[in-house]
Structure formats: C-alpha cells, structure tokens
Nanobody, 117 residues
Framework: QVQLVESGGGLVQSGGSLRLSCVAS????????MRWYRQAPGKAREWVAA???????DYADSVKGRFTISRDNAKNTVYLQMNGLKPDDTAVYYC???????????WGQGTQVTVSS
C-alpha cells in the first residue's frame, strides 16, 4: 500500500522557518522524482519544488532562495526547509511522488502551513 505522510506544518510568524517532512512507503522511493506542491484557499494547487533521484533540485520562482528541498533515500523521506516565510506562503503543502519508470503519481494528505504577519 502506497503512503506519503507529511508532517512539520504549523503556525509561524512572518520571517520564520519550518521544515516539512514526507515519509514514503509502498514503492521504490529512490526511483521517484519527489515534489512539493501547495494550495492556498480559493487558489489552484501550485508546484513549489522538486528533486530528482539524482538530487537535482528545481524551484518555483516564488520560493527560490528561501526554500530548500532534500531527500534521504535511506529513510524514504523528502524534506522542504522553508526560511523567510511570508504570509503568501500560507497554504496546505502536499508531497508528491512521480515514477520516472512507471509514470505513477502519488499524493500525500497535506500539512497546513500558516504564516502570520
């Protein structure tokens, strides 16, 4: 059974930091491109960051220089370090796994991040 379980969300003041974690199970984690998305109230879900099996990172312009994605294949875990948080970062953050060999796409249940001004 495939599972992606996010944690680490919460309430933080503007300028603060949070680290999100996503623990994966039920598939070969090291072969999957891992991504973070977010969805703010009333808005479409948007892509935030991605990391390939080879540790190549990519970021949306809105978070570049503030957020860092990383992965630990031994722990089947992907992280999102978020620094310099802004109220516009307030959203539910979702972990996503995309299989480069299988084209399968898995989602976590999301974790709420709220940034107060």
């Amino acid at each position: 059974q495939v599972q992606l379980v996010e944690s680490g969300g919460g309430l933080v003041q503007s300028g603060g930091s949070l680290r999100l974690s996503c623990v994966a199970s039920g598939f070969t984690f090291r072969n999957y491109r891992m991504r973070w998305y977010r969805q703010a109230p009333g808005k479409a879900r948007e892509w935030v960051a991605a990391i390939s099996p080879g540790d190549n990172e990519d970021y949306a312009d809105s978070v570049k220089g503030r957020f860092t994605i990383s992965r630990d294949n031994a722990k089947n875990t992907v992280y999102l370090q978020m620094n310099g948080l802004k109220p516009d970062d307030t959203a539910v953050y979702y972990c996503n796994a995309y299989g480069l060999l299988t084209w399968q796409n898995y989602w976590g249940q999301g974790t709420q991040v709220t940034v107060s001004s």
